[in-house]
């Protein structure tokens, strides 16, 4: 069949020829584009038996083809509870207990409902309060429907065991069991300030429980504007694990703070 090409055809031009064929001039001759620029030689081409793709990474959220390989990743995710946040009064709405600062103490103290703090050895003194938020700070963490911030104000001392811990202890320990774990919070510090977050499992007591498993830490410093830090974790079975007879165990969310700041 003859290909009526352009006449004058300038450099990288491209002509869309007979059978989905892509053609270029390279500036000396007309050369078929469609397999050396990666392009379909057919548009919309009705595949048969099993074609393959690149799988995309999990949750991934744009144009790629999406495989089968892709979407069962996916859903598995949606049945293991991605995105319920399993945090009680994560958003400081309750606070029955009282309205007015609460401190930390030498062991876990409850503070706005669900919520503990702790400090961890002498020298550590800690306070929070809750203050309402105003425009700028639903602004700068664009949601409209905060209402609460917890100011927190700390003076650590600097002893390789000190520390303010502000934390939660989620239902049971087998809630979590064998799932991917993201503690995501807002924070602002007007002054540099180090944070560790770590997540434990507990066994309960009574009787003979296993051991609780700590979760290597992971660390940020907080800082001006408004950030939204994000921690990932893996948690692991517990398979073969013992729980106590009390049944008080938990899976441990704590937010380690160090330094003096706000």
Known sequence: MAINFPDAPTT????????GILWKWDGAKWINASTSSGHAPNDSPQLTGNPTAPTPVVTDNDTSIATTAFVQSNVAIANNNVGRNLLHNGLFNINQRAQGTYTSGAGWSFCFDRWRIV???????YSIVRTAANDSDRAAVG??????????????AAGAANGIVFGQAIEGVTRLT???????FW???GTPLKIGVNVTQEFGSGGSP???V????????LGIPWKRYSFTFNMPSIAGK?????????TNLEIWLSGGAN
């Open 210 to 212: 296993s051991a609780g």
């Open 119 to 125: 400090y961890m050895s002498a020298g550590d003194a």
């Open 214 to 221: 700590i979760l290597a830490g992971q660390s940020a410093t």
């Open 187 to 189: 924070a602002v510090c």
């Open 12 to 19: 990288n031009q491209t002509f869309d020829g007979p059978n």
């Open 242 to 250: 013992t729980l106590g007879t009390n049944n008080n165990d938990s």
């Open 178 to 184: 064998g799932k991917t774990v993201t503690v995501s």
């Open 143 to 156: 949601d409209e429907s905060c209402n609460w911030i917890i100011t927190h104000n700390i003076a650590g």
